[in-house]
């Protein structure tokens, strides 16, 4: 079975501070990538997704993610941080080709602090 | 918009009660989903569907039943309702081509007391 690793559950940035979230998966084949979020009262939204081509995927509201193959990894990134980006941020993967359901990460709760 | 709507956002039930969650997917997706947040543990996949009257076991099914008679709509249904399972319920659609970008609605946090 597939597994998804957040490695950072809480974190407190400043505005203006760089971001970085971590998130690796365990499935070995063909994979789709995504990034949620859900800010504070609202539902999950989709932030970006990966599934083929440049492995730097651009998202909504300033966000970017690598995929990188070898490392497993697809971590998220801003290059500066608004208070308005307080939200709980979920990775989630599913195998390539299926339409089966995703398999997210334990989340990680970013604040930022004005 | 792909709208995905869930028909309570709060619920209360006690223990032992049968409850129904109703999901509704406006754009004729063949493909939903139900998941169940819980704080430190993300979102775990209970059931899934891809078509009407179709029903696949996610990871953590036990206590939960499904159903799907119609493509819009995809109900879970708790048999016996138990106090661990109080938490955030969250539906998905999803269509079957093209990319595989899941719509989620803005759930139903059920307490059971």
């Known amino acids: 079975a597939q597994s998804v690793s957040q490695h950072n559950h809480h974190v407190i940035l400043s505005e203006a501070a760089s971001l970085e979230l971590g998130c690796n998966y365990s499935y070995g084949g063909t994979v789709n990538l995504f990034w949620y979020v859900q800010y504070p009262g609202q539902h999950l939204q989709l932030l970006l997704k990966?599934?083929?081509?440049?492995?730097l995927v651009k998202g909504i509201k300033g966000f970017e993610a690598e995929f990188i193959k070898s490392k497993f990894s697809f971590n998220l990134r801003k290059p500066s941080v608004q208070w308005s980006d307080t939200a709980e941020y979920f990775c989630a993967v599913n195998e390539g080709g299926g339409a089966d359901g995703l398999t997210f990460g334990k989340g990680t709760h970013l604040i930022i602090q004005p | 918009d792909v709208k995905v709507t869930q028909s309570s956002r709060y619920l209360v039930k006690r223990t032992g009660e049968k409850v129904f969650l109703e999901c509704v997917q406006d754009m004729d997706h063949e493909n939903m989903f139900w998941y169940r947040q819980d704080p430190g543990l993300g979102l775990r996949l209970i059931y899934f569907s891809y078509d009407v009257k179709m029903k696949e076991k996610g990871d953590i099914p036990e206590g939960y039943s499904v159903s799907r008679e119609k493509k819009e709509r995809f109900s879970l249904i708790l048999e016996s309702a138990s106090t661990n399972q109080t938490s955030m319920y969250l539906c998905?659609?999803?269509?079957?081509?093209?990319?595989?970008?899941?719509?989620f609605g803005p759930g139903t946090r059920l307490t059971v007391t």
């Open positions: 990966y599934f083929s081509g440049d492995p």
């Open positions: 998905a659609s999803m269509r079957t081509s093209g990319y595989y970008e899941q719509y």
